[in-house]
């Protein structure tokens, strides 16, 4: 397992040479550090702790401030873990995007669009009631929750019943995403099809965990060399 923090900044397309149009989206992976190695006999599980973009000593604390320190680094804005981590890397050590390679296979995590408050219809994809035959004012409605026998004789609602709420804001993975391009001097990915979040969210790319293989890395039109011409 190996991965990396980064924002998302969009969506764009991408050309093959052979003409092939493919939907990616940008993610700017600046270098990570490694703020803490976990190992099995000090906390009982194997993880490299990474951290990734700066803040200002004044906006973190103190224990955030001292434990960046040890690795001889300023503060992170983000930190999060990666288990069973197949780097060779040690404390202070720079995570970049060249760990990964074009047509390999990975997840990304990330913190979904917050959607607000929506009715099943919305949230759940659920029917419409009949816009006629005395239903008229129904429509939307959540309908019946007593339709099932327990609910009628123990007097409870079943866990699981959808119901309006809260959509959207929370944790979500994107699994099975093809690398299209890495550009490690700019230090971005290219990643077919969408990861979840809005724009400059953060997110986290990592290897595939149900992965089905990688795929052969295809060639793009390269456009500076017709821009230079």
Not at 26 to 31: I, K, L, N
Not at 127 to 137: A, V, W
Not at 188 to 210: D, F, S, W
Request: glycine letters at 12%; aromatic letters at 4%; a positive charge.
């Amino acid at each position: 397992m190996k991965g990396i923090l980064g924002r998302k900044l969009g969506m764009t397309q991408v050309f093959t040479e052979d003409g092939v149009m493919i939907p990616v989206t940008v993610v700017e992976a600046t270098p990570n550090i490694v703020l803490q190695k976990k190992t099995v006999e000090n906390d009982g599980y194997e993880a490299v702790q990474i951290g990734f973009e700066d803040v200002k000593e004044a906006r973190a604390t103190k224990a955030n401030i001292g434990h960046a320190k040890k690795a001889g680094t300023a503060p992170k804005r983000f930190v999060r873990e990666v288990r069973d981590c197949e780097l060779e890397v040690n404390v202070g050590d720079e995570v970049k995007v060249d760990i990964f390679a074009a047509g390999e296979t990975v997840d990304v995590i990330g913190t979904s669009k917050g959607r607000g408050y929506n009715g099943t219809i919305v949230r759940n994809n659920a029917h419409q009631g009949p816009k006629s035959h005395g239903g008229s004012k129904n429509i939307r409605h959540i309908g019946s929750l007593a339709t099932n026998g327990i609910t009628s004789r123990q007097g409870k609602i079943l866990k699981g019943t959808i119901m309006a709420g809260q959509e959207g804001g929370y944790r979500t993975t994107a699994q099975n995403l093809t690398v299209i391009k890495v550009d490690t001097e700019k230090n971005y990915l290219l990643i077919k099809g969408n990861v979840p979040g809005p724009k400059r969210g953060l997110v986290m790319v990592r290897t595939a965990k149900c992965s089905k293989g990688n795929k052969a890395p295809v060639t793009l039109v390269d456009y500076t060399k017709a821009e230079e011409e």
